[in-house]
């Protein structure tokens, strides 16, 4: 036999020049899984830095936030401390001691019941909502995704 003979019945050459090898189309799978892990990767990288980045917004808004509510409620605290012991004063003329203190006691222990009712109903929503959403359908879809390369 001469060998473009052998060359013609060799199924390695027979086969490259109908069809891809099975090697080469593992490489195509490998490639384009590479490729789309590569690009979820990036993905993920960027919402992540996003998130940081909102966190540390988030962050900087509650710090603001709390030294506000400090110092607003230390004045508010004097002021009130203040006008409980004018109203006691005042209400003491009118009733006894006694009920004067009691009076302002029951006024302060009513406003508070509704204060906390109010707080209770005024809780802050979720932190970064809609970037939690995006990685939740991003890992949903990549599931899909791998779930469809799998089934191929």
Known sequence: MSSESKEEHSPDRRGSAEQPTLRQQGGVVVGGLRDAVLHLVRHMESLCE???LEMQDYARRQKNYAIG??????FLGCAYLFL???AVMLLTPALTMVWA??????FNILAGLISLLIAGH??????APDTVQEIKNDIECAKLYLNAKGKR
């Open 69 to 74: 509510l400090a110092l607003g409620l230390g």
């Open 50 to 52: 996003l998130f940081q």
């Open 84 to 86: 409980c012991v004018l």
């Open 122 to 127: 005024s809780r802050s929503g979720k932190l």
């Open 101 to 106: 203190v009691a009076a302002v006691i029951a």
